[in-house]
């Protein structure tokens, strides 16, 4: 995957969580499935996760250093979930924009020639290519089971 596809998914994804502005509240705050998360919780975890690249990934990958492992997925996600059942809508999608602009921003620095490049989390060796095309796959993820309910709740 190349630095464009990534950063083409990327400003998507701005675009794409932007839109969400226009779904009801009871679609916004509703469960997607039985036992699973609601909207706002689902935008409200990425913003972590980006953070996270953001300040202990992308400014690290250089430094000929394993990087550390991930802080634990389950309790991050468990966070992320409780603070948007508490805030507003626009809190939740300001905090998901600001981040990751702030995170495209970083990745349109990186010279091209970087993002084929070794280098290792913990005993895993990746490139940036690699790395990025795990994390489109998560966001795909998530977006396709929104699109699902929103478009099963519109016919």
Known sequence: MN???VIKHYEHTLEWV?????????EWRSA?????????EIIAHFV????????????????EQALPQAPDAH?????????????????TI???????????????KIEPSRWNASFLI???ELTLSSYFEGLIKHDLHHMEQIKKVLSTERR
């Open 3 to 5: 630095k464009d596809t």
């Open 18 to 26: 932007q839109s969400l502005t226009k779904v009801t509240e009871e």
């Open 32 to 40: 997607i499935a039985e036992g699973k998360w609601s909207m706002a």
């Open 48 to 63: 972590p996760l980006d953070e996270f690249i953001l300040h202990d990934r992308l400014k690290e990958f250089w430094n």
């Open 75 to 91: 309790e991050m996600n468990q966070q992320s979930a409780e603070r948007a059942r508490k805030e507003e809508r626009s809190e």
């Open 94 to 108: 300001g905090r998901f924009i600001a981040v990751r602009t702030e995170l495209l921003q970083e990745m349109k």
């Open 122 to 124: 913990g005993q895993t």
